[in-house]
C-alpha cells in the first residue's frame, strides 16, 4: 500500500535505506503522471511528527540519490511531505497507533459483497485488521494483504489528537502550499 506501480517501488527501495537512518518513515510514494511528473513521498518521524525541517532535510538526501540513480526520466517534482492529518495507512502498526479513530478500508477483492468499509479502527490480531463497523454486532477482521487503501477519516476526535502530538499548537503552514501539511517541494531535471 505504500506504493501502486512498479515505479514507485524503484523508489521506495531508493528511499527506504536512506530514509530509516535519518530517522524517518515513509509512509507513502507516488509518482503522478503528466509533462512535468511529480514524485511525491510521506514520511514521518517515529513519533509521528514531520515539520518543514524534516521534510527539507529529507528532500535534500533524497535528490542526491536520485540524481545519481535517475530513477525518473525527463524533469519532475520532489515533493516530500507529511502524511497529513487525515493521513494514509499504509503499515499494519499504523492500524494499532490510530484505534479507536474512524477510517475508510477499501479492499482489492470483495468481502461479503463489498470492497468498502468504514468504521472504528479496532486495532490488529495477527496480520489482520479490525475495525467495529456501524450496525454490525461484531469486530469485522480484514486481512490486511487484502488492503488496497485506507486512510483516517477527518473528525473532531482526530484533529483533537493531531494537536497533541504537536503540542497543542496549529499546523504549520509553508509559503505558497494550500494545505497544512508540511512540505518541501523541489524542482529536479534529469536527462
Not at 524517518?24 to 514520511?43: F, L, N, T
Not at 477519516?153 to 496549529?170: P, V, Y
Request: glycine content about 8%; hydrophobic content about 40%.
Amino acid at each position: 500500500m505504500k506504493t501502486r506501480t512498479s515505479q514507485d517501488e524503484m523508489i521506495l527501495a531508493l528511499a527506504e535505506p536512506l530514509a530509516g537512518p535519518l530517522g524517518y518513515e515513509i509512509v507513502r510514494i507516488r509518482v503522478q503522471g503528466g509533462k512535468r511528473q511529480i514524485v511525491q513521498i510521506m514520511a514521518e518521524k517515529a513519533d509521528g511528527t514531520m515539520d518543514v525541517e524534516d521534510c527539507a532535510k529529507l528532500s535534500r538526501a533524497l535528490s542526491e540519490v536520485f540524481e545519481a540513480a535517475d530513477p525518473i526520466s525527463g524533469e519532475y517534482t520532489l515533493e516530500v511531505s507529511s502524511p497529513g492529518i487525515d493521513r494514509p495507512l499504509t503499515a499494519l502498526a499504523h492500524f494499532a497507533r490510530w484505534e479507536g479513530f474512524e477510517a475508510k478500508i477499501e479492499l482489492d477483492r470483495l468481502v461479503e459483497g463489498r470492497k468498502r468499509f468504514r468504521g472504528i479502527l479496532a486495532g490488529i490480531e495477527g496480520e489482520n485488521v479490525l475495525i467495529d463497523l456501524e450496525g454490525e454486532e461484531e469486530t469485522a477482521l480484514l486481512p490486511f494483504e487484502w488492503i488496497a487503501e485506507a486512510r483516517l477519516i477527518l473528525t473532531d476526535a482526530l484533529i483533537t489528537e493531531s494537536l497533541k502530538g504537536r503540542g497543542g499548537e496549529a499546523p504549520v503552514w509553508t509559503e505558497g502550499a494550500d494545505t497544512a501539511d508540511e512540505t518541501d517541494t523541489t524542482d529536479k531535471t534529469n536527462p
